[in-house]
């Protein structure tokens, strides 16, 4: 258990549907991070949020969005979903994007799997 | 662009032998390297990780080695059990002004050790 909770387990729902990925980072963690693993597909960052603010921005779709809380669990919200949006999500947490540079490892959760019919 | 490179997407072994599974990449900015652990239906689990002031990192069973000339990295796992089948995956960072942690990820190679 990497103590990054991740809600809902599976999901499945319609083309053009929007839904909301939940994520509660492990505690003490500041920084949150999202990826997509698409079918065949390494894991793909999306975002990064550190302590309420967005830090950096990967391939992540105009019709995805995050946002981090003032008790660090962030959100990503998916709209207009696609077919090509059906993907495991995984969120991550780690203590501080500044001081060690990067250095710090990524402790994942077990993902949310996104099936869009 | 496929800045991170697992080339081999499986690789089997026996029990007892050693797991070699490699990495390669393209940008020399690349100075933090990890290796992660997914068995399916589970979120991926950090194994081990190396700096690039190092050339080798080791704990307990896995070792890491990295050839920064080469820009290429090792995992080798010794002895290799059965719990050691899965997908392996290898990651990196860049220092930078930005101060971002964000991991690059390889595809991705699926170990399995057989009895």
């Known amino acids: 258990d990497s103590g990054v909770t991740q809600t809902p387990k599976h999901l499945i729902t319609a083309t053009g549907q929007r839904v909301t990925l939940r994520c509660s980072p492990r505690?003490?963690?500041?920084?949150v991070y999202w990826y997509q693993q698409s079918l065949d597909q390494g894991l793909q960052f999306l975002i990064q949020?550190?302590?309420?603010?967005?830090?950096a921005k990967g391939n992540i779709l105009e019709r995805f969005s995050a946002q981090q809380f003032p008790d660090l669990h962030s959100e990503l919200n998916l709209s207009s979903l696609e077919l090509g949006d059906s993907a495991l999500y995984f969120c991550?947490?780690?203590?501080?994007?500044?001081?060690?540079?990067?250095?710090?490892?990524?402790?994942f959760g077990p993902g949310t799997r996104l099936l869009v019919l | 662009d496929q800045q991170v490179k697992q080339n081999s997407p499986s690789l089997s072994v026996q029990e007892g032998r050693i797991s070699i599974l490699n990495c390669d990449y393209t940008?020399?900015?690349?100075?933090?390297f990890l290796w992660y652990k997914k068995y399916p239906a589970e979120g991926p689990t950090f194994l081990i990780s190396?700096?690039?002031?190092?050339d080798k990192n080791e704990d307990g069973r896995f070792t890491v080695f990295l050839n920064k000339s080469a820009k290429h990295l090792s995992l080798h796992i010794v002895p290799s059990q059965p719990g050691d089948s899965a997908v392996y995956f290898c990651?990196?960072?860049?220092?930078?002004?930005?101060?971002?942690?964000?991991?690059?990820f390889g595809q991705g190679t699926t170990l399995q050790v057989k009895p």
């Open positions: 940008n020399s900015m690349f100075d933090y």
């Open positions: 990651a990196a960072s860049a220092a930078g002004s930005s101060n971002t942690g964000k991991l690059i």
């Open positions: 505690s003490g963690d500041l920084s």
């Open positions: 949020y550190y302590n309420g603010e967005e830090r």
């Open positions: 991550a947490s780690s203590v501080d994007v500044g001081l060690a540079g990067g250095r710090e490892t990524q402790y």
């Open positions: 190396i700096s690039s002031i190092k």
